[in-house]
């Protein structure tokens, strides 16, 4: 059974930095595309940051420069780390899993960033 359990969302000034983590269990880590989205309210679910075992990390222009997408491959981990947070940054973070073409959620983590 797959299974993706997200920690480390929180409340920060604009300018600060928070570290998301998700704990991936049931799969192939190495054969998974392993991505990061946000949904802010009212908005749509957005691709912010993906990568693989074998291609360089994509970022979301909203994004580029201050986040970083990175895996632990022997623990299982992706990890988010955001850097010079703003305001518009604040939403609900979701880590995603591709494995056999299968997409996996994790349950979604609240990023808040005051100005």
């Known amino acids: 059974q797959v299974r993706l359990v997200e920690s480390g969302g929180g409340v920060v000034h604009t300018g600060g930095s928070l570290r998301l983590s998700c704990a991936v269990t049931?799969?192939?880590?190495?054969?998974?595309?392993m991505a990061w989205h946000r949904q802010a309210p009212g908005k749509q679910r957005e691709l912010i940051a993906s990568?693989?075992?074998?291609?360089?990390?994509t970022y979301a222009d909203s994004v580029k420069g201050r986040f970083t997408i990175s895996t632990d491959t022997p623990k299982k981990i992706v990890n988010l780390q955001m850097n010079n947070l703003r305001p518009e940054d604040t939403a609900v973070y979701y880590c995603?899993?591709?494995?056999?073409?299968?997409?996996?959620w994790g349950q979604g983590t609240q990023v808040t960033v005051s100005s």
């Open positions: 049931g799969t192939n880590f190495a054969r998974n595309i």
């Open positions: 990568m693989t075992r074998d291609s360089s990390p």
């Open positions: 995603n899993v591709r494995y056999l073409s299968r997409d996996y």
